[in-house]
């Protein structure tokens, strides 16, 4: 049995994933434009993954553009039947690196086309509508992008809906014009500012999936984490990792890497104990960093 088979499951839609999934996004270049510099090695991290137990795959078109999807393709088509591959639509890349957003009706359904033809399926598990804003969610209304989505769903092409970078407010409205399956934003052991809407989706059978749960561009550095490493044998990554499993039930982590030896690290994260003084000690820094 594999660490990412230990890891407790969650429904993401109509399936139940492994909590420790895996997102595609640094198999692209630098600046995620372009192809990696070790095509042979994104494939084998991927292959890997779900020789590992990984059954929940985070991609998007815009990755690259289009390089993280070519890759899975390549990679693991046909995929396992078990295999749920989740995307994210709502921006797109410019030559010099932007993502300005492309959230008309038109602009959804080309993307979804888009990606549903690289990845070569005829549906797509999950599509995450992307809003706009870095790390933060900016206050709007969703409802018109949602339809089209609803819309695209309706056809046949998604089986299940999502949103990325919101507020609860932002969800609320999501869910009085379709269900949603999955939330996607910015949290992690000093990010905290999702905790009570993380407790709601958990009471609604709704996964949430933190972006940045490493703490992105930033590595969370923090003493006391540090010491928690220490006394379980393990890095700090790791129990950051475990701290979010921990957190709630309903947390599907999707950490990132082009490195074997780095995705087996993260996998690793779920034979993590954490013992109720760990668990004090680690909730103390959120607690810290919000003051």
């Known amino acids: 049995m594999t660490s990412a088979d230990r890891a407790s499951r969650f429904s993401l839609g109509d ?10 996004m640094q198999l692209a270049g630098p600046h995620v434009m372009g192809p990696p510099a070790d095509r042979d090695g994104a494939i084998a991290v991927l292959r890997r993954a779900v020789e590992l137990g990984v059954d929940h795959i985070d991609t998007s078109d815009y990755y690259g553009p289009y390089v993280t999807n070519e890759l899975i393709r390549e990679a693991l088509h046909p995929y396992p039947e078990n295999l749920a591959l989740v995307t994210k639509v709502g921006a797109r890349r410019t030559p010099d690196g932007e993502w300005p957003e492309a959230l008309e009706p038109d602009d959804l359904r080309r993307a979804v086309h888009e990606n549903l033809d690289r990845l070569g399926i005829e549906a797509i598990h999950a599509v995450n509508l992307r809003l706009p804003g870095f790390a933060e969610p900016i206050e709007r209304s969703l409802a018109e992008p949602f339809e089209a989505l609803v819309a695209l769903q309706q056809e046949g092409l ?11 407010g932002m969800v609320a409205e999501a869910r009085s014009i379709g269900p949603v399956a999955c939330v996607q934003n910015h949290y992690n052991l ?4 999702d905790d009570a809407l993380i407790d709601t989706l958990a009471a609604e059978g709704i996964a949430y999936v933190p972006f940045f749960p490493l703490g992105g561009f930033t590595p969370l550095q923090s003493e006391a984490l540090e010491t928690v490493a220490r006394r379980l044998g393990a890095t700090p990554m790791q129990v950051a990792l475990a701290w979010l499993l921990a957190r709630s039930p309903n947390i599907l982590l999707i950490p990132g890497t082009s490195s074997i030896a780095h995705l087996e690290e993260n996998l690793a994260a779920a034979d993590l104990d954490l013992g109720e003084q760990d668990l004090e000690e680690l909730d103390l820094i959120g607690r810290s960093a919000a003051h």
Not at 15 to 24: H, I, K, T
Not at 158 to 168: D, F, K, W
Not at 190 to 193: A, E, F, G
């Open 190 to 193: 000093v990010h905290r500012h």
């Open 158 to 168: 998604i089986r299940h809906l999502g949103v990325s970078n919101v507020t609860a």
């Open 15 to 24: 399936r139940q994933v492994n909590r420790l999934g895996y997102g595609a």
